[in-house]
DNA sequence: TAAAAATACTCCATAGGTATTTTAT
DNA sequence: ATAAAATACCTATGGAGTATTTTTA
């Protein structure tokens, strides 16, 4: 068996036809014929049905052609893992991140971090973080901007800064005169927060239990912002990470007294991906700019080489 | 690059001496140091560090090596994948089972499979639903028997049987005299449960949140046979499946009237894989079996052909 | 009959073998 | 001095090309 010969399967699933599949492998017909015979027979199955002028892939050739597939991606994966060790700080990098944290902190760090990496191309996913700890470990994405802990042990983690949660309340409200908000002020209120699947509902949840606060009812937010709206419209409070707030928006952030609830925001990585320089260094460059910004409590765990 | 490449750098790592390697290959030492090399031009990366007598991988050719380990190992899931196409009711397959069922039900069912599918070498691990989820999905095992219903999309499921929950009660307990339970018996009662992990503790807890009883504080049992000698030592009392019911082990199992809480139990795989023939087969053969049990109420889903 | 895959035959690239040299301990 | 990898050179397998035949819609 050979790579280039799952390469002939897959143009041949691909295209539905020899010929076609052969020009875009650079091959003439016959030679890709004869390779996809020889991998039936050293595999032993049928992959395609030929009924002289249309052709079909068995159902087995199915599962065999999405095996390929999969083999195919890892090779390139290889190639890839190659080239960034040749130069890490050169190609793609794929950054997967929480709904309630990308809207806000991206703005203050994606350009100061391709003027940091001009070389590298920056995709960005937004998504669940459980979702991003299994996007991450099939190697999907390179890293992910998350809130700390991970209890996984299968990552390696690098805090990032702690970044508070203030008492957004409407501006008619009671406690809207105050400079500043105790946790005990929660004690027996009920707190608009956002639906099953982000990290930010649990924290809030968690500070809920502490004061003995509870959850509104009947409304489960889908997002930051439909939960900015509720409150200005003056359907309830709720607790809001720093760097999601705004000036003039109807709402009144007040700051919690210390000890202050907060969320620690990190970023995480495989242990063995080939990558791990270029996100230490991102590491780096994302203190540099949030301490800068003086929103969030930048932490400074120190970046060594882990090895796992 | 060729899949034969590599084995012969797998080979390299593995044996760590240019020579054995090359034995272990069936091939003469200057045929693979040639195709070592070659690889390394391609890739544009050294991957050995040769120093004369002894050699060492690179730290890239660490990450190489384990990519190739990864391909050759989704090669060899290739040929097997034929190779069950070719037969499926021959070869391996690997059952999850959870760790609350497992000693309870494979005693029945066991014999019956392997009489059934006498070629086939059915491998069992016992883990939690969520464990049992991961290593279905990763194809680490074929199938797993499991209480439904699991919420994720990306398997097919077929229900097996309704298992209830028994009320078990130290023999000299209040309410040992009886034949029957009501679920409200539960009333303000506190009981004990397994620890966080097992499916089987959270339905449990459902059951408690309806009648409104608590679980035992301070105490959280690593097994149902540990639960089950915590009731028989009159430590308290314990919602047990009817499975894991025994005679005389100084402990009364009391059923409960209409409506039972129960479980259901059933098989999932992965909506793609080849066994899924082998599985629909062994789900017809589990519910015979179990029919003639009798302990449990045997559920008649039309077993058909999914597509995702 | 026309389009598409299979077959026939030739060529050459390259993997692999043996013999030998180089290198580092 | 010796073990181990690299180099040199030859052989042969098999992948790819062109021309042609077969098949069926």
């Not at 005990?184 to 956002?194: F, Q, R």
């Not at 639906?195 to 809030?204: K, M, P, S």
Request: proline share 6%.
């Amino acid at each position: 068996m050979n790579i280039r010969d799952l390469k002939y399967l897959v143009s041949v699933a691909d295209y539905g036809h020899f010929g076609k599949a052969a020009d875009a492998c650079f091959v003439s017909q016959p030679a890709l014929s004869m390779q996809i015979k020889k991998l039936e027979d050293t595999l032993g199955v049928q992959l395609i049905e030929r009924t002289g002028k249309k052709i079909f892939l068995t159902e087995i050739g199915k599962l065999i052609t999405q095996q390929a597939r999969d083999i195919l991606f890892r090779v390139e994966e290889m190639r890839e893992i190659a080239n960034t060790a040749k130069d890490p700080f050169c190609g793609e990098l794929h950054l997967g991140i929480i709904p309630t944290l990308a809207p806000y902190l991206l703005p203050y760090i994606i350009p100061s971090l391709s003027k940091a990496f001009p070389k590298l191309t920056i995709y960005l996913a937004e998504e669940t973080t459980s979702n991003l700890l299994t996007k991450v470990s099939q190697g999907k994405l390179d890293g992910a901007l998350l809130a700390l802990p991970i209890v996984n042990e299968d990552f390696a983690a690098l805090p990032l800064f702690e970044e508070e949660f203030v008492l957004a309340i409407p501006l008619n409200h009671s406690l809207a005169k105050r400079k500043i908000a105790k946790l005990s002020d929660l004690e027996n209120k009920t707190l608009l927060l956002l639906e099953d699947g982000h990290c930010l509902r649990d924290q809030a949840l968690a500070v809920c239990h502490r004061v003995n606060a509870a959850e509104a009812q009947n409304f489960r937010a889908t997002s930051l912002e439909t939960l900015r709206h509720m409150v200005a419209s003056k359907a309830g409070i709720t607790l809001m990470p720093k760097l999601a707030c705004k000036s003039n928006d109807g709402i009144c952030y007040l700051p919690f007294n210390a000890p202050k609830p907060v969320r620690t925001i990190g970023l995480i990585w495989r242990p063995s991906t080939p990558k791990k320089i270029v996100l230490e260094n991102m590491v780096s460059q994302i203190r540099k700019v949030m301490f800068k910004q003086k929103m969030v409590r930048v932490l400074n765990t120190p970046i060594m080489c882990r090895n796992k």
